[in-house]
């Protein structure tokens, strides 16, 4: 049974303080001030509406841009406060820290990237690595990164927790040496040449289960960096050395990646499995339905033979479908309806396929990982 979690909804119940050097709400703010203005400096028209989108962010109506510091913040003790509703109430626990070979991107190439479709794919290829009874939650850091002489480029880290049921292993060095050898081979790490630093590119470790409820919260970051790793000669021994202090980001570079950010809903950067989110079908069913936005609307023959003024009203009345009944919609997902038009019936459905449309999606509650595709049809063609 996949356990329920609902992030972005709902509220947190405090039960300990944060840990003490967890971002305060002070400081995520004056992060998202701060941005504004680097925003509004630009004579951009893309930064000038992300600078009005996390402007008009505010307790009661929180923008939910992925590019928001106080959303991302306010997401993430969300988010681990639900894991730790819903996570087992004994495990062990491994850390896993991954970066992966397949994302490179230089500076200034981050418009053209899809992040769903990126991370939607290293779910599927972190999910086949683990053991069948665990649970995962991670999400994905983003850094620039300059090696030595080289341009700058962005590099995606993978970190997160696998929870085990007890007596698993974790401390089984065999055991959780093919664990990592499967990850390995399923989502290769970047050569070593390329790592920033003493880092390695792929860990697996165990942790004390005690601390996974702060750790967590670090599983979907909130701040980026620029890691810079440049070789130089100790004076005194005469040895190579390497210098990989985390620095700010450059504006220009800030700007690039909230610009990407605030492109994909935020959440977009995390890993759960074996985590459902709970109680959102609907509201995306719906809230796609009601705009068309975020999917595709497929209409059959016997709709497009139609006047053009008839189908535009067809589709009206399937935006504004409010009349679900027990029988069409015995789970309350809100993905079937009826609605008559001049006589004639009309149905409307909605599937739930993965990013590629070739299978369907493996969480139709994760937008992440789904395509909806609405089909409206005559009834005599259903
Ligand atoms: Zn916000």
Known sequence: MPVNISPGAGHTKKSKPL??????????????????????????????????V??????????????????????RIHLAGEVKRARPSAFDVLRISLIPASFRVESGGLADFDLRRWVSSRHRTIERALPPESLFAGGVDVSLNTLENNDPHWCFH???????????????????????????????????SDRIGAEKVLTVAAMDSDSFDDAVLYAHKGDFYRRSRYAYTRRKTG????????????????????????????GSRLILIGFRRRGTLRNLNDAFRGTFVDGHVVATRGVM??????????????????????????????????????????????DYYDLDLRAA????????FTVRVMTIMRADEY
């Open 19 to 52: 840990p003490s050097d967890f971002e305060t709400f002070e400081s995520a703010k004056l992060a998202r001030t701060r941005l504004i203005c680097q925003l509004r400096k630009l004579d951009d028209p893309a930064a000038t509406a992300l600078a009005d």
């Open 54 to 75: 996390l402007g008009a962010c505010r307790k009661a109506s929180r923008c939910g841009s992925g590019a928001c510091p106080v959303c991302n913040r306010v997401f």
């Open 158 to 192: 993978i970190y997160g927790f696998v929870l085990l049921p007890l007596g698993w292993g974790v401390h089984n060095r065999s055991k959780v040496r093919r664990l990592r050898a499967e990850l390995e081979r399923r989502c290769p790490p970047v050569p070593k």
């Open 239 to 266: 040895t190579r050395s390497t210098n990989v202090t985390p620095q700010t980001l450059p504006r220009s570079a800030k700007v690039e990646l909230s610009l990407f950010l605030a492109r994909f809903p935020l």
């Open 305 to 350: 033979v139609l006047d053009p003024d008839d189908w535009k009203a067809v589709f009206q009345a399937v935006r504004e479908f409010d009349g679900f009944t027990p029988e069409d919609d015995p789970h309350g997902e809100h993905d079937f309806g009826v609605v008559t038009f001049k006589g004639e019936r009309y149905f409307w459905k909605i």
């Open 361 to 368: 999606s493996p969480d139709p509650t994760d937008p992440a």
